[in-house]
């Protein structure tokens, strides 16, 4: 039996050789021999969330490109420092790895083309769900004796009622397919129940479908369509996320950018902002007054205003955005590839049996923002600031 | 512009609505509310590894339905608190989900034959590649042209030497191939770079080539090629790994286990172990002399020697071989789908762009275990251990 492997660092008090010799300590080299093992087993995991049924999908490599492009890939001098006729074969090795690279490129787009091919055959089912769950149509008793058998399979103690049994004597008629089954289905999955508010549950509730749609340049489209209800007239919202034209390292394709469909809030409706009110003392006549104003505030519809790449030179902004692009684009694959393709499996629990528990739950990732910058108010009234508390959300009616 | 997303946990002390009342506070729900977006990014840097030219990959989920079994995916009880005609349309639902796994699986085996069918076209040029580092080829003017752009394209800075330059007048015939062209490579691959001990280089200085081979059944090959040597008489070591031969939740292969061939190892060279010499005081005589074992020491050698998965059911050891098994497969998959196809890549540091930079090393993922139980000896021989000092590795020669 092999004994554990530590995590090791190299010294460098050996005899000369090519891989300890670099010409200088540049980033490559010191990189290299960097510990690293403990990224493994995160890696590991992430691969193991069974739910990469669109496996093949373009990866933030322009974003981590533009952060490391810096940092590694530099040169180590160590193949300058070659003698002439090896550097002669490492530059036609990486001539050959071009056409390696062509080849990938076009394996990434038969990928894709598979994808959409089965695509089309999963459309079908998708189109069955909308139907069962919304109420317009019933499932077949060869559909509903197949599922049955799934979960009886499943659940292991005796204690669950068995679907299909009439234990309470009601019929099928008084229930309309199956009440607030996406929402309920989005709740399971933590990355997007982490973003649904009490206040947005009771617009959510109203989604009848989500569906997917690739675009006809690379990139696909999410379409969240929703019954009428009291928080906007859209009846659908669209996301979109575009890929860049060009394939990246690997013949990936590499995330663009994303856009959503601009929200027709009702009157007092918007869930992505509060009213804050204020109460201000004139400094000169002492009168205080109220002073409302409207800031944003967390909501799953921010989902539909995502960040836009950075621009500017500030460092911590970049990150920041970053940051939520990296999560914004997390968000769309969670929807494209988990929940759309097993809604079902969210709404009953048991697709969280294939996702990675993260027992190392970084909260410090996240710093709390309570406290909303409000100088702007006080700095144009030349007024103090006495209190500042929330009053109410524009849209918490039931 | 929206607000960055915060780290909540709802409270519940809101309107019953199908999501907050579960019938028990069993898992699904209370695991739906944990804060999760601290691994998204994690998975964003992983899934930014572009390396994933085979991305279809089996995943560890049978470990990780193996951990995870007990704790989720049990019902919540929300299922079955339904009327009867609702949960007759989840069953339902449950069916026509089971339509759509069988088409995952279909998916999942026509993304695998287009790896085989664009492996047997990258396979020319890996061919091309063994021969070129191996010395009994050169590239052509047209390669060394492509690759010499390619070169100048990726270094901005002017100070590196244009490769193909004869700066040092050196002919092509003084230098056989590319020296120590697959250490150099693996050595800038963190996850193996990690493993190779310095006596390791001395061994796999000698590497010829690492290639790849599917199997018949799920599953592949990792061929090491050794020239002549004085550690081992192997020409090739292989490591191979097995898929199940069912898919798994999604359509995904499943990794099963792994195998690694026996290396024949000359005498007193085998790089996996260490003798340790220890002086023992007899208790009644209170001699002293010197005991020698040979125990396991840390090589990338152990690769070929693979962790079992655990039978027993101490759940510790368990743990610790279940680690050890996701690291193990972890390195195959490095090699299979990072390593082989890129070497060039990895040999000029090239690839190290698009590889993930942890910025969080756990370092404490991984504990010292520079403390040898030597317990069983000192029983053995009812002696008192005075002093336990290793005293060399068999195979320090250079």
Redesign the interface.
């Given at each position: 039996?092999?004994?554990?492997?530590?995590?090791?660092k190299?010294d460098i008090t050996?005899?000369p050789?090519?891989?300890n010799t670099p010409a200088n300590n540049a980033p490559?080299s010191s990189?290299?021999?960097?510990?690293?093992?403990?990224?493994?087993?995160?890696?590991?995991?992430?691969?193991?969330?069974?739910?990469?049924?669109f496996?093949?999908?373009p990866?933030?490599?322009s974003?981590?490109?533009g952060?490391?492009?810096s940092?590694?890939?530099?040169?180590?001098?160590?193949?300058?420092s070659l003698?002439?006729?090896?550097?002669?074969?490492?530059?036609?090795?990486?001539?050959?790895?071009?056409?390696?690279s062509k080849?990938?490129a076009?394996?990434q787009e038969?990928?894709l083309e598979?994808?959409k091919k089965?695509f089309a055959?999963?459309t079908p089912?998708y189109e069955?769900?909308a139907k069962?769950?919304n109420g317009t149509t019933?499932?077949?008793e060869?559909?509903?004796?197949?599922?049955?058998q799934?979960?009886e399979e499943?659940?292991?103690?005796g204690?669950?009622?068995k679907?299909?049994?009439?234990?309470?004597?009601?019929?099928?008629?008084?229930?309309k397919?199956?009440?607030?089954f996406w929402?309920?289905a989005m709740?399971?999955?933590?990355?997007l129940?982490?973003?649904?508010?009490?206040n947005d549950?009771q617009a959510l509730?109203h989604l009848t479908d989500i569906r997917m749609e690739y675009l006809e340049q690379p990139g696909f489209r999410l379409i969240f369509e929703f019954a009428d209800n009291e928080f906007f007239s859209n009846r659908t919202i669209i996301k979109t996320y575009y890929y860049q034209e060009e394939s990246?390292?690997?013949?990936?394709f590499i995330y663009d950018h994303a856009t959503g469909d601009k929200i027709a809030w009702k009157s007092d409706k918007d869930l992505?902002v509060k009213i804050e009110s204020k109460k201000q003392r004139n400094k000169n006549t002492k009168q205080t007054r109220v002073v409302r104003k409207t800031v944003?505030?967390?909501s799953f519809f921010?989902f539909f205003?995502?960040?836009k790449a950075p621009v500017g030179e500030d460092e911590d902004v970049a990150e920041?955005v970053e940051?939520?692009l990296?999560?914004d684009?997390?968000l769309g694959?969670d929807i494209k590839e988990k929940l759309i393709?097993?809604?079902?499996?969210w709404?009953?629990?048991?697709a969280?049996?294939?996702?990675?528990?993260?027992e190392e739950?970084?909260?410090g990732?996240?710093e709390?923002?309570d406290d909303e910058e409000d100088d702007d108010v006080s700095e144009d009234r030349d007024d103090e600031d006495e209190s500042d508390e929330e009053v109410s959300r524009p849209s918490s009616s039931?």
């Open positions: 039996m092999s004994e554990p492997i530590r995590n090791k190299p050996t005899a050789t090519p891989q490559i990189h290299a021999q960097q510990p690293g093992i403990a990224s493994i087993k995160e890696e590991d995991l992430d691969r193991a969330t069974a739910a990469s049924i496996a093949q999908n990866k933030l490599v974003m981590i490109q952060k490391l492009g940092l590694v890939g530099r040169s180590s001098g160590y193949v300058e003698p002439a006729p090896v550097r002669r074969r490492v530059a036609g090795l990486q001539g050959v790895q071009q056409e390696h080849l990938e076009k394996f038969e990928v598979l994808e089965y055959k999963f089912l069955k769900r069962i769950v019933e499932p077949s060869e559909e509903v004796k197949a599922g049955e799934d979960g499943a659940s292991e103690d204690e669950s009622g679907p299909g049994s009439t234990d309470k004597d009601e019929s099928a008629e008084s229930f397919g199956i009440p607030e929402l309920s709740k399971n999955q933590v990355s129940a982490e973003l649904i508010t009490q549950e509730k990246g390292y690997g013949g990936d992505t944003p505030t967390e921010n205003d995502p960040p920041d940051e939520r990296e999560l684009y997390q694959e393709p097993r809604a079902i499996d709404f009953t629990g048991k969280l049996q294939f996702e990675e528990v993260d739950l970084e909260e990732d996240f709390d923002e039931p």
